[in-house]
């Protein structure tokens, strides 16, 4: 059986609302919207997490981050036996593959990258006897461009551009919850520049497919590792962080493989990770059982989800821990770090706290932290606030009508509920609605039995499963596989939500046999105003035996 080869295009740092095909009238993507008219689009694609690394290793992996223990941005963590990339899978299948992606959260063996080529000379040495699986990955649209100068932006991330199709600031769509001031206008232009130069980039690929006749043999994947780099987007798990564009075009000869016609929309919840099932199959390949990615394509195609989920976890040296799920209608979000403000990356406490004086040890952190060093600026949200510098919530950057929204507060609600049929930015959170309870309760609960299926590492504390995973030669998933009591850690981590009650409850486990459990009894307390009581109860737990 002759099978396909498959080309995969990847950009960085954009949501499916950025690209005509998906309805955007302010940009210009004539490429990739042409991909979509001769192909697939799905409609309702999401990533398994909005951080790229994370993101980026679900993909080659067809496994959840949180169940393998790559959660954790830039973590180099051990594969457990049966979990191969998918590069070596198709190699050991007669491929010719290109490098994977360089920022997983996997160590790779020297010995296995060799097996791979490079990219950008591919066209010279693909073999015309030999499928090839090829990767490209497309960097122009990254959320570092909101953060240069226009003239640096001009020449690093649209260069392939004339004048003429540069973006007029004055007609950028503004979202709510921004502030409509002149440097949002001009920060979201460049960025649309730049995602014109990615798609000028994708017509060259497509251009030389068509050159080399490889066109009629290659199946077409187009996607991105997660949402745009702009406020509430990348890094944030409202749709703006992790739905995105994902695009599949089938040649004539293997229209067999499709899942409808070309020029379709599917509008069923698919996760990016699902491609990873999807290109084996494609290839005829057997799926592993250990596999969570579902196949999305050909005559095994797997049911559709009545849901997905997806988590976000550390950021370089800023913990984090938020699960959600959502479905056609609804995304809920459980914060299990509520104390912890949305745009606060850094431990200094990002714009939230005033500027560490000059010739201090704290100022030398502060001025680390930044990225990039020379723009002084924490975060991708936090340059939208820079009306002067510097300019903080607490003092007198941000106009008070926007402070209501949770992205600009100093904290972040137990919960959020959103109607995305009615709300598409989702800055409507419907929690404490007494008509919806029972949708909060269900979709709660769902999230939470898909966190103990998948054996979420995100409830041990990361410092924790390096201990643990000691036992079992460093394989973090190995540390799930042993756990237990998921459902006592998960428990001990959502009494905070429930008041008094769970106040109560969480100093009564301070003192558990679980180091888990205990790391969630203060990290829940943490939540509430601190008592003298409190304080004298959590004070042994700095002697606790445990790594937490």
Known sequence: MEKPNILWISNHDSSAWNFGCYGDEYGHTPNIDRLAAEGVQYSNAFTAGPICSPSRTSIYTGMYPTTLGTHHHRSIVIRPKGVKLLSKILTDAGYICTEPDSDINLYISKE????????????KTSNENKPFFSYYKLSDSHASVFKLTPTDAREQRSSLLEDEELHDPKDVPVPTF???KALFRERMALFYD???????????????????????????????????????????????GLRIPLIIRFPEKFQHLAPA??????????????????????????????IQSRNLCGPHKDEPRDFVCSA???????????????????????NFLPHQPYASFYPDGGYFS????????????????CLPSQQRIHDPDGVFLMYSFPSMLNGHGLPKKYQKY????ARKPFEELYDIENDPESIHNLVGDPTLNNTIDELRSKLFDWMIEIEDLGLIDETEIIVRASAYGGINREVGIHCTNFSRILETADL???????????????????????????????????????????????DDESKC
């Open 312 to 334: 976000r976890d550390r950021l370089d040296n800023n913990p984090e821990m938020i699960r959600t799920i959502r479905t056609k209608k609804y995304r809920y979000i459980r």
């Open 261 to 290: 016609l070309p020029g379709t929309v599917i509008d069923e919840l698919v996760l990016h990770m699902d491609l990873y099932a999807t290109t084996l199959q494609f290839a005829n390949i057997p799926i592993s059982g250990c």
């Open 112 to 123: 296995e990258c060799q097996q791979y080529q490079n990219s950008s000379d591919f066209w």
């Open 354 to 369: 005033p500027i560490p004086e000059e010739d201090t040890p704290e100022r030398d952190f502060w001025e680390t932290s």
């Open 194 to 240: 730049a995602l014109s130069n990615v798609d000028k980039r994708v017509g060259t690929i497509l251009n030389k497919l068509e050159e080399l006749k490889l066109n009629e043999n290659t199946i077409v994947v187009f996607w991105a590792d997660h949402g745009t780099g702009y406020p509430r987007g990348k890094i944030h798990t409202y749709d703006d």
């Open 178 to 180: 921004v502030p409509d």
């Open 406 to 409: 949770p992205i600009w507060q």
């Open 496 to 542: 905070a939500r429930l008041g008094t009650v769970g106040q109560k409850e969480l100093i009564t486990r301070l003192e558990d046999s679980d180091s888990a459990v205990r790391y969630w009894a203060v990290t829940g307390l943490s939540s509430y105003q601190f008592d003298l009581y409190t304080i004298n109860q959590i004070l042994p737990c700095l």
